[in-house]
């Protein structure tokens, strides 16, 4: 058993699981995890691969693997809850905190040995092994919660979590790149419904990462600042598309938004990953993340579904152009109706929005809270 004493109070705990995975507890009440995971040993599935698709010159995952993972279960049959007489779950203890796995079905995983992805692949390139990690974060042991239900002090235990995760992945060799999300709702494609997010670290800068640094460095090298730092001081200036603000960070609808609801929060004081957030930014961060997805909920007075994806730079490149922010996106357009992304957009990626993002940010304001 290994601990380590990290900001806020928090400190992490590391034990192994059945099979050689690793579980890690942040905890803020001295908590002791001594727990065995007493489940049969598993074996664990090899390692998919990653294939080249020639038209678009972009990795595609195949992890057949993961057909056989859990789908929906029930609550009682949950596999993030804590243990208990009878259940054995995911977690050994009998209560938690805020936990981080190692996926149990990932579609990323360590490689045996060292691989090369190839910066410029084409028609030739080979399959590679699909090297990378896949970790689970359990937000809280309550089953009925949601991320905006969390009080300040969990918010900033999970901040922890993620900025413990960002900090021990970018030293593995074989990672490029590091992506926190959370994934709620049925709608967008959630398997278990316990407050839960993911934390995939990828052996190559993913499309839309690569895209963004692009964009971002075409930026800088036409004007000599950052392109987030231009976005974040406009919405401000504009003011129009502001959801919700403080004096560490800003929420607002992004000028071009592709879905009926699409939160952008961002830091003020611009940083490129979470690990060089402050303390107090860090603080600072849970009012706002609490408001905004309660202004969100608010809008039509239902849990609307949504993917929270954190954007920040890649590990090795693109450092001084890219930062961090936390991206809010959902498929509902009104109660009953989803933003289906069909033809246009799933075929060819050109968006279609039925509702100007300054209508949007307007709704959300209105919530009463």
């Not at 489940?39 to 972009?58: N, T, V």
């Not at 860090?282 to 969100?296: G, T, Y």
Request: proline share 8%; with cysteine; hydrophobic share 40%.
């Amino acid at each position: 058993m290994a601990s380590k004493k990290l900001l806020a109070g928090v400190t992490r705990t590391d034990r192994t699981l059945m099979d050689g995975r690793t579980i890690r507890y942040y905890d803020t009440q001295g908590q002791s995890r001594v727990a065995e995971d007493q489940r049969p040993i598993e074996e664990q599935p090899a390692i998919g691969e990653m294939r080249l698709d020639p038209l678009s010159a972009e990795w595609v995952v195949i992890a057949a693997h993961r057909q056989g993972r859990i789908f929906l279960p029930p609550k009682e049959l949950n596999p993030l809850a804590p243990s208990r007489p009878g259940f054995l779950t995911e977690i050994p203890e009998s209560d938690y905190e805020v936990v981080v796995f190692d996926n149990r079905s990932p579609s990323l995983r360590p490689p045996e040995s060292n691989i090369e992805v190839a910066h410029d692949p084409n028609f030739s390139t080979p399959p590679v092994p699909a090297a990378g990690k896949c970790e689970v974060v359990c937000f809280t042991s309550n089953y009925d919660s949601s991320f905006k239900d969390l009080s300040h002090a969990q918010i900033r235990t999970v901040l922890e979590a993620w900025r413990d995760r960002t900090q021990e992945l970018s030293q593995l060799p074989f990672i490029q790149h590091i992506a926190p999300f959370e994934n709620r709702g049925e709608e967008v494609g959630v398997t278990l419904n316990h407050p839960h997010g993911q934390i995939y670290a990828y052996s190559y800068i993913p499309p839309k990462t690569s895209r963004m640094l692009d964009v971002a460095r075409n930026h800088f090298s036409q004007t000599g600042r950052v392109l987030l730092d231009d976005i974040v001081a406009r919405e401000i200036a504009e003011s129009v598309r502001i959801v919700a603000q403080n004096s560490e960070w800003v929420a607002y609808v992004p000028y071009a938004s592709r879905y009926p609801f699409e939160i952008h929060v961002a830091p003020r004081r611009s940083v490129s990953d979470f690990v060089a957030l402050d303390e107090s930014a860090s603080d600072a961060f849970a009012p706002i993340a609490k408001e905004v997805l309660q202004r969100l909920d608010g809008v039509f007075g239902v849990t609307m579904p949504y993917i929270a994806s954190w954007h920040q730079a890649p590990v090795h490149e693109g450092r001084d152009v890219m930062r961090l922010h936390w991206q809010i996106q959902s498929v509902r357009r009104a109660p009953g109706k989803l933003k289906y992304l069909a033809g246009s957009e799933s075929a060819f990626g050109a968006f279609m929005m039925d509702l100007k993002p300054e209508q949007s940010a307007q709704q959300l304001r209105d919530v009463k809270l």
